[in-house]
């Protein structure tokens, strides 16, 4: 098996989750400075939206990190801001059903992992992935 690393990470819904954080940050932002100076608010208000925009901001972030790395010794799977490593010998399979949101990697102890990192909505490429990805771990076998 080749040692070549390679990376899959999702196309539209990276880019919409990064689109939105901009524009939330912007429009916070613009909503601040254009208010009239006669609306104060108290600082745990202030302290609860800048909390809310925190949170939203950080499950987008979470959204667009998401990646699928394969190499010679198995997959790396980042979903959000959990990481799960698995090597070859510990995968059973792939999996991406027409239609689906995202393929899922099935283990050796029967864990189904999600895949988020390849998204269905990338089409082809998501396809392309999988067909990647099962070219792979029958290399690896």
């Known amino acids: 098996m080749a040692d070549e690393s390679i990376t899959w990470r999702p196309g539209g819904a990276r880019v919409v989750a990064y689109a939105v954080a901009v524009a939330m940050v912007v429009l916070t932002i613009s909503i601040a400075v254009s208010l009239p100076d006669d609306i104060v608010f108290r600082p745990s208000e202030k302290i609860t939206l800048v909390l809310i925009l925190a949170a939203t901001l950080?499950?987008?972030?979470?959204?667009?990190?998401?990646?699928?790395?394969?190499d010679s010794t198995g997959?790396?799977?980042?979903?959000?801001y959990r990481t799960r490593v698995v090597d070859w010998s510990d995968i059973e399979g792939f999996s991406m059903k027409a239609?689906?949101?995202?393929?899922?990697?099935?283990?050796?102890?029967?864990?189904r992992i999600i895949l988020f990192g390849i998204q269905g909505t990338d089409g082809q490429f998501a396809a392309d992935a999988v067909g990647e990805l099962v070219r792979r771990l029958q290399d690896a076998r």
């Open 75 to 80: 997959v790396r799977v980042v979903n959000g």
């Open 99 to 111: 239609g689906a949101p995202w393929p899922t990697m099935v283990t050796t102890s029967d864990d």
């Open 58 to 70: 950080f499950g987008l972030h979470g959204v667009g990190r998401s990646k699928v790395t394969a």
